[in-house]
C-alpha cells in the first residue's frame, strides 16, 4: 500500500509516498497465534523511547509554523528557494520518521489503544503538513518554468530538488487558478465520501449470516475473512454454498454499492474534467506520468491471450478432478507439499535464488538478515499479513511478516525482502528528495524476486509431486496477479468511459458488466467454466475500484518482473546492469521512462508476451507430469 497523491508537489511529494508494501495472508495460513520464539525487529534505530518520539512530533509542529513566512517569496531568488525547499525535506523526513514508528509499533498489537493513538498523531501531521505547504506549487506555477530553471542553474543545491520542481512544472496545463483549486481542494472530503461510505459498509456494517454447511460444519459470521478461508476448502458442495451465501449477502446491496461506486466515478470524471485532462484513465497516471498506453496495452493483450487462462483452467479441472468447472473451482488448493521451512531455510533460499542479481544487491541483502530488522511470527493482537516499511531515511527498512513455514511464507519472505534492498540501494544513491519510488516500479521489484524463487525450486531434481506444486505455485501467481487483476482494470476502465459517456450507471449496470467481464476471462462461453450470474456482484466486493486506476499496477508488475528474471536466466549480461540502475534510481526518473531505458517497454507487448510464454511452458510440463503419474 502506498499512500498517494495525483498532483506531486516539488516539496511535498513524499508527504504522502510512504514506502509501504503490503502483502495480504493467504486465506489459508493462521495468523495471530502465539509464537514463543518471536524474532523482533529493535524499534531504538529510530527512536530510543516514546518521549524521544514525542519530542521530535512537537519539533515538527512548531517548525511547520516557519514555513508560513515564504509565501508570496517562491520566486525571490535561488537562495530562499533552497532555504524553503530544505526545510520542507527536513520536516518530510521527521514526520516519516516518526509515522514508521507509530505504525510499527501500532501492528506490534493492535488491541494496544496508546499506540494506535500514537499512530493517528503521525497521521495528522500530514494533514498539517500538507496545509502548510498548499501554497507552494500554485506559487511555483506563477513563477513560471524560465524562472525556476534559471535558479536550479544558479545553485547546484538545488539540482536535489529539481525532479520535484519540473514535475511541478510539467503538471502546469492541469494546474487550475488559486481560486479554482481551493475550491477542488474543498471538495476533497466531499469527494472522498464515497470511499469512506463503502469502507463502513464493507468492513463494519454489512449483516453477515450464519451458514450450516452441506458437511455439517457451521459458520457462525460468514464475513469477509470467513469467505477467505472457506472458499478454499476441498468438500465441493461446501465451497458453493458458501458462494451462495456470501455473494447472496452483497446481493442485496447491489443498488446502494452500485451508486456508492458510480458516485466516486463521478468524482473521479470531475475532477479529470475540471483540469482539463482528456480523460479519467489520463487524470490518474498523469502523477508518474505513465502513458495511457501501459494500461491499454496491458488489457488488450491479455484479452489476446485468453487461451492461455482457459487452459490454466482446465489443468486446474485435470488436478481436481472433475467433470466440469465452476467459478466455485477457482480456489481450492490443487496441489500439496509436505514439508515445512524454517525461517533460517527462507533466508538461505532467498540468498541463493537472487545470485542473479549480482553481488552488490547480495552485499545488502546480506546485511539486512543479519540486522534486527524483522518481526517474524505470528502473535496475538499482531496485524495479519506482511508488509516492508522503508520511510526512514537516516534509518534501515523494517519488515513484518507472519511466517508459518509454508513455501508461500518463503515466497512472502523474498517479495518483501525485494521490497527492502530496493529501498537500501535507493537510499545509498539518491538523496532524500529523490529516494521514494512509486508502486509502479517497487512491485516488480518485489515480484522478480518470487520468479527466482519459483525457477531456483524448479532447477532442482525433484519428485514429480514436487515439482508439480512449484509450478502450480507460480500458475496460480500469474493467474491472479496478471490475469484477476488486469479483468479488474478492464472493469475499472469501461465504468469510467461509460460515466465519461454519459451514460448513467447502477449497480445492475455494473453487475453484468462485470458478469460478461467474468465469463470472457474463464471461457464461460467455451465451455471451460460456469458462471453463475449470482457470484456476478463480485465487483462490490473490490476495495481498489476506490483506487482509481491502481489495480493494473500488480498486472504490469508481475510482467516486467519476470522480462527481467527471463532475461537473466537466458544469460543476457547486461539485464543484471539494468535492473540494478532501476532499484538505484529510487524516484528520480519517471517510472515508465526508467524501465524503458532498461529494455523493459511496458507499453509493449513485449513484456506482456513473455509473461504469457513463461505460463505456456508451465503448462506443457505440468501436462507431462500429470501424464507420467497417469492423471
Known amino acids: 500500500m502506498k499512500m498517494t497523491k495525483k498532483l506531486r508537489l516539488p516539496l511535498t511529494a513524499l508527504l504522502t509516498s510512504t514506502a509501504m508494501f503490503i502483502s495480504l495472508p493467504s486465506a489459508n495460513v493462521a495468523v495471530a497465534k502465539e509464537t514463543s520464539s518471536q524474532i523482533e525487529w529493535d524499534l531504538t534505530d529510530l527512536y530510543a523511547n516514546t518521549d524521544?518520539?514525542?519530542?521530535?512530533?512537537?519539533?515538527?509542529?512548531?517548525?511547520?509554523?516557519?514555513?508560513d513566512s515564504y509565501k508570496g517569496r517562491l520566486g525571490e531568488s535561488a537562495a530562499t528557494l533552497l532555504e524553503v525547499s530544505d526545510k520542507v525535506s527536513a520536516l518530510q523526513k521527521s514526520a516519516l520518521r516518526l509515522l514508521v514508528f507509530a505504525t510499527l509499533s501500532a501492528d506490534e498489537d493492535l488491541r494496544v489503544s496508546e499506540t494506535q493513538e500514537r499512530r493517528s498523531l503521525a497521521r495528522s501531521l500530514f494533514a498539517a503538513m500538507n496545509q502548510a505547504t498548499s501554497y507552494m506549487a500554485p506559487e511555483l506555477l506563477e513563477v513560471g518554468p524560465e524562472k525556476i530553471e534559471a535558479f536550479i542553474a544558479a545553485n547546484q543545491d538545488l539540482q536535489k530538488h529539481a525532479f520535484n520542481l519540473r514535475d511541478t512544472m510539467r503538471q502546469k496545463e492541469f494546474t487550475l487558478s488559486k481560486e479554482a483549486e481551493r475550491v477542488l481542494a474543498n471538495a476533497g472530503d466531499v469527494l472522498g465520501g464515497p470511499g469512506q461510505i463503502y469502507g463502513l459498509m464493507a468492513n463494519a456494517s454489512m449483516p453477515w449470516t450464519s451458514l450450516t454447511l452441506p458437511s455439517?460444519?457451521?459458520?457462525?459470521?460468514?464475513?469477509?475473512?470467513?469467505?477467505?478461508?472457506?472458499?478454499?476448502?476441498?468438500?465441493r458442495e461446501d465451497r458453493k454454498a458458501v458462494f451462495d451465501a456470501f455473494w447472496g449477502t452483497w446481493k442485496q446491496y447491489e443498488a446502494m454499492l452500485g451508486a456508492t461506486?458510480?458516485?466516486?466515478?463521478?468524482?473521479?470524471?470531475?475532477?479529470?474534467q475540471s483540469r482539463g485532462y482528456e480523460n479519467a484513465l489520463a487524470a490518474a497516471v498523469s502523477g508518474s506520468n505513465i502513458p495511457t498506453d501501459v494500461y491499454r496495452t496491458l488489457v488488450a493483450t491479455a484479452n489476446e491471450n485468453l487461451d492461455s487462462m482457459h487452459r490454466y483452467l482446465k489443468l486446474r479441472q485435470r488436478l481436481l478432478g472433475l467433470q466440469d468447472m465452476h467459478y466455485y473451482d477457482i480456489y481450492p488448493e490443487v496441489t500439496a507439499l509436505d514439508r515445512t521451512f524454517?525461517?533460517?531455510?527462507?533466508?538461505?533460499?532467498?540468498?541463493?535464488?537472487?545470485?542473479?542479481?549480482?553481488?552488490?544487491?547480495?552485499?545488502?541483502?546480506?546485511?539486512?538478515?543479519?540486522?534486527?530488522?524483522?518481526?517474524?511470527?505470528?502473535?496475538?493482537?499482531?496485524?495479519p499479513g506482511a508488509y516492508m516499511f522503508g520511510s526512514a531515511y537516516d534509518v534501515h527498512p523494517y519488515l513484518l511478516l507472519n511466517y508459518n513455514?509454508?513455501?508461500?511464507?518463503?515466497?512472502?519472505?523474498?517479495?518483501?525482502?525485494?521490497?527492502?534492498?530496493?529501498?537500501?540501494?535507493?537510499?545509498?544513491?539518491?538523496?532524500?528528495?529523490?529516494?521514494?519510488?512509486?508502486?509502479?516500479?517497487?512491485?516488480?521489484?518485489?515480484?522478480?524476486?518470487?520468479?527466482?524463487?519459483q525457477e531456483h525450486m524448479l532447477a532442482k531434481d525433484l519428485p514429480d509431486s514436487e515439482r508439480l506444486y512449484y509450478i502450480d505455485r507460480a500458475l496460480e501467481g500469474i493467474r491472479g496477479t496478471f490475469f484477476r487483476q488486469t479483468m479488474f482494470a478492464e472493469f475499472e476502465l469501461k465504468i469510467h468511459e461509460m460515466q465519461e459517456a454519459g451514460e448513467a450507471l447502477s449497480g445492475a449496470k455494473m453487475t453484468k458488466l462485470y458478469l460478461d467481464l467474468l465469463r470472457k476471462y474463464h471461457g464461460h462461453d467455451e465451455g471451460v467454466m460456469n458462471i453463475d450470474e449470482a457470484y456476478a456482484i463480485e465487483w462490490a466486493y473490490i476495495p481498489h475500484f476506490y483506487r482509481n486506476f491502481y489495480v493494473y499496477q500488480y498486472a504490469t508488475s508481475i510482467s516486467g518482473g519476470t522480462a527481467?528474471?527471463?532475461?537473466?536466466?537466458?544469460?543476457?549480461?547486461t539485464a543484471t546492469e539494468d535492473y540494478i540502475k532501476v532499484l538505484e534510481a529510487g524516484g528520480s526518473q519517471y517510472p515508465y521512462e526508467l524501465l524503458k531505458s532498461s529494455k523493459i517497454d511496458l507499453a509493449s507487448k513485449t513484456p506482456y508476451e513473455t509473461l504469457i510464454a513463461r505460463m505456456n511452458r508451465l503448462m506443457d510440463e505440468a501436462d507431462k507430469i500429470l501424464d507420467r503419474m497417469g492423471k
Not at 509454508?406 to 519472505?413: A, H, I, K, L, Q
Not at 527481467?564 to 549480461?573: N, W
Open 52 to 67: 524521544a518520539w514525542e519530542a521530535e512530533r512537537q519539533q515538527v509542529l512548531e517548525k511547520l509554523k516557519e514555513l
Open 342 to 383: 524454517s525461517i533460517d531455510d527462507a533466508k538461505e533460499m532467498t540468498l541463493v535464488s537472487l545470485q542473479p542479481f549480482g553481488k552488490k544487491y547480495l552485499k545488502h541483502l546480506k546485511k539486512g538478515f543479519k540486522g534486527e530488522w524483522m518481526h517474524v511470527f505470528p502473535q496475538e493482537g499482531k496485524r
Open 216 to 235: 455439517g460444519e457451521e459458520i457462525k459470521l460468514l464475513n469477509q475473512a470467513a469467505y477467505s478461508k472457506y472458499r478454499a476448502v476441498q468438500n
Open 261 to 272: 461506486l458510480a458516485t466516486h466515478v463521478k468524482g473521479h470524471v470531475f475532477n479529470a
Open 405 to 453: 513455514g509454508g513455501f508461500e511464507d518463503v515466497s512472502t519472505f523474498s517479495h518483501e525482502w525485494g521490497h527492502a534492498v530496493h529501498t537500501m540501494l535507493s537510499r545509498e544513491n539518491q538523496p532524500f528528495e529523490t529516494f521514494s519510488y512509486t508502486t509502479f516500479t517497487a512491485e516488480l521489484a518485489s515480484t522478480t524476486n518470487e520468479v527466482l524463487l
Open 564 to 573: 527481467f528474471a527471463e532475461r537473466m536466466l537466458a544469460g543476457d549480461k
